[in-house]
């Protein structure tokens, strides 16, 4: 067991951790949670014996070993599954002596000893990891300074699960991997043999591969038993039993306090009064659980929206120069289009981004788009491109160059950054708050399509849920690469892969895709081919996916139907209005004329009404 006692820690003048502790049970997997900035990370460095502390200590059991991602990627001349196999260090130590024993006892011992480790699978439970990571067999034998640092950083995480400490501490795992890891992760912790912490925002994977939630609040931590969907619940039980309790003690402080003031001075309750001052001395205050709201992210739509399609590929190819990653590109986007690609790193999902977002022409082949388009596109790698010098208010400015100071103020307030943080340098705002204000401007002149490529990394749960609200509220079309599952089945209704080199329609949901992951890293191991993702489930969900463009004229009559509606109601109320205030109560004709015009209004009103039922009965069958 690991037993966290009474751990104080400051950071500066910050109080992170307060005098706090938590015992976790052997074989507990654990999601450690908080917002950003609290103090998770440090516990971490703390527990690795990193960093000291002001009280408190850290207690497990002798022997026990303690694992984490390396800081430093590696990236040497050594393969990929040699640096997996290294992270073993029994298991290296006892081969080198292997090699070199000649004592018959000790030779025996380390053979024996080599049969209860397993060593000789070891290479096949090696490239079993780097696989479910992404690496194929091929990868697998190149050098690691081979690959590029996020490539690396998965080794490290490779090296680290293969290893498997008795107490494996995992901060942000799936900031490294794209989909198809992350999926491969949830089933791999969910089956982790020892005790896990993982540091996370990713909400599928507090749902899906951890039995406790270690949650730090105002330098307290807080375990509780089950995933994070129970810890919410459990959560606001225990905030409505302490806002019961305080509202009662407040009341409670409250009449002790009149008393005492009412008889203090008279000498016959003095005692009384001291005798209440004693007990609201004594009284202990119950702190009411503050959740600190979460600035919402507001990604505003185009003035106009634009007839379907607004995107149609026609046979077209895409890549660099001479390189073409993608090709046979058969596809059309409408309007409100909501489409997650899924497929491997490498493949060329954000190859597809650039195409679809007007960075890079087709190579072959023909795009046709409306003319009248404004795409906004997101990526991570974007966030390199805000001048660190700058403030947010600074970066305003250059979209609004004519307009007033408070008008660029009243819009930094908007997109997250109110008074308190316009005008911090963007070198000194958190990973999320880059993010935000990146998004913000992207999104400033009301976009007809969002390309949102990796935006939940450097979010914490409460803002990646005001990230799914907004793009959930968002009117135009959405194309997401995401690796977060939580945020893909609440925001998409289209699941296109890209894979071998082209990009095509799944036909399924993200528990298909999650199947489909796993069977195909199973099938390769086997040697056996992968299945085809292609492969329809449903003639059903395919013929309404070819539809969709076609629902597009449906959608516009529906919406002026709707505008109609509005109008007609609109008049109906000036009319209402106009004989309610008794103006016409000395001009009878003139009071019947509108009288019959309220009758006319009141029978389009109805007919518009019934041309809506119908084509939202027609929409919706379609």
């Known amino acids: 067991m690991l037993t966290i006692n009474d751990i104080t820690y400051r950071l500066g003048e910050r109080l992170l951790l307060d005098h706090t502790g938590a015992a976790i049970p052997d074989g507990a997997r654990v999601g450690f949670v908080g917002r950003n900035g609290t103090g998770k990370t440090t516990l971490f460095k703390?527990?690795?014996?990193?960093?000291?502390?002001?009280?408190?200590?850290?207690?497990?059991?002798?022997?026990?070993?303690?694992?984490?991602?390396?800081?430093?990627?590696?990236?040497?001349?050594?393969?990929?599954?040699?640096?997996?196999?290294?992270?073993?260090?029994?298991?290296?130590?006892?081969?080198?002596?292997?090699?070199?024993?000649?004592?018959?006892?000790?030779?025996?011992?380390?053979?024996?000893?080599?049969?209860?480790?397993?060593?000789?699978?070891?290479?096949?439970?090696?490239?079993?990891?780097?696989?479910?990571?992404?690496?194929?067999?091929?990868?697998?034998?190149?050098?690691?300074?081979d690959f590029s640092g996020g490539w690396r950083m998965r080794v490290a995480l490779a090296a680290v699960l293969f290893s498997e400490p008795d107490l494996l501490l995992l901060d942000e795992p799936t900031n490294y991997l794209d989909l198809e890891g992350t999926l491969w992760l949830y089933d791999y912790l969910e089956r982790y043999p020892h005790t896990v912490i993982v540091i996370s925002h990713d909400r599928e994977l507090l749902d899906t591969s951890?039995?406790?939630?270690?949650?730090?609040?105002?330098?307290?931590?807080?375990?509780?038993?089950?995933?994070?969907?129970?810890?919410?619940?459990?959560?606001?039980?225990?905030?409505?039993?302490?806002?019961?309790?305080?509202?009662?003690?407040?009341?409670?402080?409250?009449?002790?306090?009149?008393?005492?003031?009412r008889f203090k001075a008279k000498a016959t309750k003095a005692r009384q009064a001291q005798s209440r001052v004693k007990r609201l001395e004594k009284m202990e205050t119950i702190a009411a659980i503050v959740d600190r709201d979460v600035q919402p992210f507001v990604f505003p739509g185009p003035e106009k929206p634009l007839s379907p399609p607004m995107i149609v590929l026609d046979d077209a190819s895409a890549g660099y120069g001479e390189r073409k990653v993608l090709s046979r590109l058969k596809l059309s986007l409408a309007p409100d289009d909501r489409i997650a690609l899924l497929g491997s790193n490498g493949n060329g999902k954000s190859t597809f981004c650039k195409?679809?977002?007007?960075?890079?022409?087709?190579?072959?082949?023909?795009?046709?788009?409306?003319?009248?388009?404004?795409?906004?596109?997101?990526?991570?790698?974007?966030?390199?491109?805000?001048?660190?010098?700058?403030?947010?208010?600074?970066?305003?400015r250059d979209l609004m160059p004519d307009a007033p100071e408070a008008r660029v103020r009243s819009k930094a307030a908007q997109i997250g950054f109110p008074a308190s943080k316009a005008d911090t340098p963007v070198k000194l705002l958190s990973g999320g708050e880059k993010a935000r204000l990146m998004l913000g401007l992207a999104t400033f002149h009301g976009p007809h399509l969002l390309i949102l490529d990796e935006p939940t990394n450097h979010l914490d749960i409460d803002s990646r849920t005001a990230l799914m609200t907004a793009i959930n509220d968002y009117p135009g079309a959405v194309i997401l690469v995401s690796h977060d599952r939580f945020l893909i089945e609440a925001c998409a209704d289209r699941l296109w892969l890209v894979a071998n080199g082209t990009v095509k329609n799944f036909d399924g949901d993200m528990e298909d895709y999650r199947s489909f992951?796993?069977?195909?890293?199973?099938?390769?191991?086997?040697?056996?081919?992968?299945?085809?993702?292609?492969?329809?489930?449903?003639?059903?969900?395919?013929?309404?996916?070819?539809?969709?463009?076609?629902?597009?004229?449906?959608?516009?009559?529906?919406?002026?139907?709707?505008?109609?509606?509005?109008?007609?109601?609109?008049?109906?109320?000036?009319?209402?209005?106009?004989l309610a205030n008794g103006a016409f109560s000395r001009d009878p004709d003139k009071a019947l004329q509108l009288s019959r015009q309220r009758a006319e209004l009141q029978e389009a009103l109805t007919a518009a009404e019934e041309e809506w039922l119908l084509l939202g009965e027609e929409l919706e069958s379609a």
């Open 355 to 396: 195409l679809i977002g007007g960075r890079l022409e087709p190579l072959s082949g023909e795009m046709k788009k409306s003319s009248k388009l404004e795409t906004a596109y997101f990526a991570q790698h974007q966030l390199d491109e805000l001048r660190p010098e700058d403030t947010p208010v600074g970066h305003l």
């Open 517 to 578: 992951v796993l069977d195909s890293a199973k099938a390769e191991k086997r040697g056996k081919p992968a299945p085809d993702a292609a492969k329809p489930k449903s003639d059903e969900r395919k013929e309404a996916a070819s539809k969709r463009v076609a629902q597009g004229p449906l959608r516009q009559k529906l919406n002026l139907a709707e505008a109609r509606i509005g109008k007609l109601t609109g008049l109906i109320e000036k009319v209402d209005a106009a």
């Open 46 to 145: 703390i527990i690795t014996g990193d960093l000291g502390t002001e009280s408190g200590n850290i207690s497990l059991p002798k022997g026990r070993r303690i694992g984490g991602v390396a800081q430093e990627a590696p990236g040497g001349p050594e393969t990929l599954i040699e640096v997996v196999l290294a992270a073993d260090t029994e298991r290296t130590a006892l081969m080198k002596e292997s090699e070199t024993a000649t004592d018959p006892h000790r030779i025996a011992e380390i053979e024996t000893r080599l049969a209860d480790i397993g060593a000789h699978s070891a290479p096949a439970r090696a490239a079993m990891v780097l696989h479910g990571l992404g690496f194929n067999e091929e990868a697998q034998q190149r050098p690691c300074s």
């Open 210 to 261: 951890v039995d406790h939630i270690m949650h730090l609040d105002q330098g307290k931590l807080t375990l509780y038993r089950g995933t994070y969907s129970s810890f919410e619940k459990q959560r606001a039980e225990k905030q409505m039993q302490l806002a019961r309790a305080k509202e009662k003690q407040d009341a409670e402080r409250k009449h002790l306090q009149s008393f005492v003031d």
